[in-house]
């Protein structure tokens, strides 16, 4: 069995814990040994006495990166610090799992083969039947979703289900969600449950049928999305023409809402630009945007990662880690995705590394010293084959 290792998060506003104490506990019974940095769970709600209960012991940060496995929240490369004193931190030979970022940050992956560490990123997970229970992704999403709506919500001038009084009647607030993801549908549903009037919108056709199954309305635009169909169910990146031409058929939808929800996210690409100046300005003041698409640079060309602006009277939200915010809640559901993916990699003589598993193959990183990913590799101007040297001895620049 394995020694894992439980990290404190060091990114700032991280406040959620990859691994909570009744996780632990399940691990613990399968013949793991559990290490947790000292007060690693407090900011998510989990104090160090918890995980002593349910039989990990609580230790100092440098015992817990000697650990055989070391679980992340946020890997080396996800989020701001110093990734190389970060990487450093790590024992060579040791196995990183959580989320990495290695398509937004390839550079860190480089970093960690050249260190020897084999790293799992979590985001790259396949989307598969048999990785639905590890689906980090998702889980975190859909808790977005539901933040977003509360925190529209509570900067919004209106409130948002209909109220009949002896004074009159308060009509409902006009939601519309961009992006029918997990996030989308998530924030779909919530809004409907505060009572909002909801329209949502989506490039992709096939996702009317969601749409309407959570009670909004699904707008349709006279454009040609045969192509917007990506892979594992995610959008394609579109031509910048299809983004200014449905820019200019969303614009009447948007000024006609209150609050206006984008989530529209690529794999490995800048969140498209969705919301222009000129459909802001026609939304009326007291409005609201909540860009949960802020992190991979925003769906709106006004937001700013993790401000609040107002631009006309139109209020502008750009939350980038919405889930950290319930950290107690998102750690729950994180931590049972990283236990089931820890449970599929790790066998009874420590990691089992089945490179034809898909589930091994679209999350592994790095491994043997070289970034070992497809996709990673390509963006660091590496050969396709895996097995190849690292960028450092081939005299790529990592500066």
Same mark, same amino acid.
């Not at 519309?176 to 996030?183: E, M, P, T």
């Not at 949960?292 to 009277?313: H, K």
């Given at each position: 069995?394995?020694?894992?290792?439980?990290?404190?998060?060091?990114?700032?506003?991280?406040?959620?814990?990859?691994?909570? !104490?009744?996780?632990?506990?399940?691990?613990?019974?399968?013949?793991?040994?559990?290490?947790?940095?000292?007060?690693?769970?407090?900011?998510?709600?989990?104090?160090?006495?918890?995980?002593?209960?349910?039989?990990?012991?609580?230790?100092?940060?440098?015992?817990?990166?000697? @650990?055989?496995?070391?679980?992340?929240?946020?890997?080396?490369?996800?989020?701001?610090?110093?990734?190389?004193?970060?990487?450093?931190?790590?024992?060579?030979?040791?196995?990183?799992?959580?989320?990495?970022?290695?398509?937004?940050?390839?550079?860190?992956?480089?970093?960690?083969?050249?260190?020897?560490?084999?790293?799992?990123?979590?985001?790259?997970?396949?989307?598969?039947?048999?990785?639905?229970?590890?689906?980090?992704?998702?889980?975190? +999403?859909?808790?977005?979703?539901?933040? +977003?709506?509360?925190?529209?919500?509570?900067?919004?001038?209106?409130?948002?289900?209909?109220?009949?009084?002896?004074?009159?009647?308060?009509?409902?607030?006009?939601?519309? =969600?961009?992006?029918?993801?997990?996030? $989308?549908?998530?924030?779909?549903?919530?809004?409907?449950?505060?009572?909002?009037?909801?329209?949502?919108?989506?490039?992709? !056709?096939?996702?009317?049928?969601?749409?309407?199954?959570?009670?909004?309305?699904?707008?349709?635009?006279?454009?040609?999305?045969?192509?917007?169909?990506?892979?594992?169910?995610?959008?394609?990146?579109?031509?910048?023409?299809?983004?200014?031409?449905?820019?200019?058929?969303?614009?009447?939808?948007?000024?006609?809402?209150?609050?206006?929800?984008?989530?529209?996210? =690529? !794999?490995?690409?800048?969140?498209?630009?969705?919301?222009?100046?000129?459909?802001?300005?026609?939304?009326?003041?007291?409005?609201?945007?909540?860009?949960?698409?802020?992190?991979?640079?925003?769906?709106?060309?006004?937001?700013?990662?993790?401000?609040?602006?107002?631009? $006309?009277?139109?209020?502008?939200?750009?939350?980038?880690?919405? !889930?950290?915010?319930?950290?107690?809640?998102?750690?729950?559901?994180? @931590?049972?995705?990283?236990?089931?993916?820890?449970?599929?990699?790790?066998?009874?003589?420590?990691?089992?590394?089945?490179?034809?598993?898909?589930?091994?193959?679209?999350?592994?990183?790095?491994?043997?010293?070289?970034?070992?990913?497809?996709?990673?590799?390509?963006?660091?101007?590496?050969?396709?084959? $895996?097995?190849?040297?690292?960028?450092?001895?081939?005299?790529?620049?990592?500066?």
């Amino acid at each position: 069995m394995s020694t894992i290792g439980v990290t404190a998060e060091t990114a700032p506003g991280e406040s959620r814990v990859a691994v909570i !104490p009744q996780e632990a506990e399940a691990l613990a019974r399968q013949g793991h040994e559990i290490l947790v940095q000292m007060g690693a769970g407090s900011p998510a709600g989990f104090p160090d006495e918890d995980y002593a209960a349910r039989g990990a012991r609580v230790v100092s940060r440098a015992e817990v990166l000697r @650990a055989e496995v070391v679980v992340q929240v946020r890997t080396p490369g996800a989020g701001a610090g110093d990734v190389a004193r970060l990487v450093a931190e790590l024992a060579p030979g040791a196995v990183v799992v959580g989320l990495g970022d290695p398509l937004g940050n390839p550079k860190a992956a480089q970093q960690l083969a050249d260190r020897g560490v084999t790293s799992f990123a979590l985001e790259m997970l396949p989307r598969i039947t048999r990785a639905q229970a590890m689906d980090v992704l998702s889980s975190q +999403a859909a808790i977005a979703g539901y933040k +977003a709506v509360l925190v529209g919500a509570a900067e919004l001038n209106k409130i948002l289900p209909m109220l009949s009084t002896a004074a009159g009647t308060l009509p409902p607030a006009r939601i519309l =969600v961009v992006g029918a993801g997990v996030a $989308g549908l998530s924030a779909i549903a919530t809004a409907r449950r505060l009572g909002g009037v909801v329209q949502a919108y989506d490039v992709r !056709p096939e996702s009317r049928e969601q749409v309407q199954s959570v009670g909004a309305t699904f707008v349709e635009l006279a454009l040609d999305t045969s192509a917007a169909e990506g892979t594992g169910g995610y959008a394609a990146a579109m031509s910048e023409d299809f983004y200014r031409r449905q820019q200019e058929l969303l614009a009447s939808v948007v000024a006609g809402s209150d609050i206006v929800i984008t989530t529209a996210q =690529v !794999p490995g690409k800048p969140a498209p630009k969705l919301l222009s100046v000129e459909m802001v300005a026609g939304m009326a003041p007291g409005s609201v945007i909540v860009d949960v698409a802020a992190a991979a640079g925003g769906n709106c060309e006004l937001s700013r990662p993790d401000e609040a602006v107002t631009v $006309g009277g139109v209020r502008i939200l750009a939350p980038t880690n919405l !889930p950290a915010t319930v950290a107690t809640h998102a750690s729950r559901l994180l @931590a049972k995705n990283i236990g089931n993916f820890l449970r599929h990699i790790l066998g009874g003589d420590g990691l089992v590394l089945d490179r034809a598993d898909p589930i091994v193959a679209g999350s592994l990183i790095t491994h043997d010293g070289a970034v070992v990913h497809p996709a990673v590799r390509e963006l660091l101007g590496l050969p396709a084959d $895996g097995s190849a040297t690292s960028a450092s001895s081939e005299g790529t620049d990592r500066s």
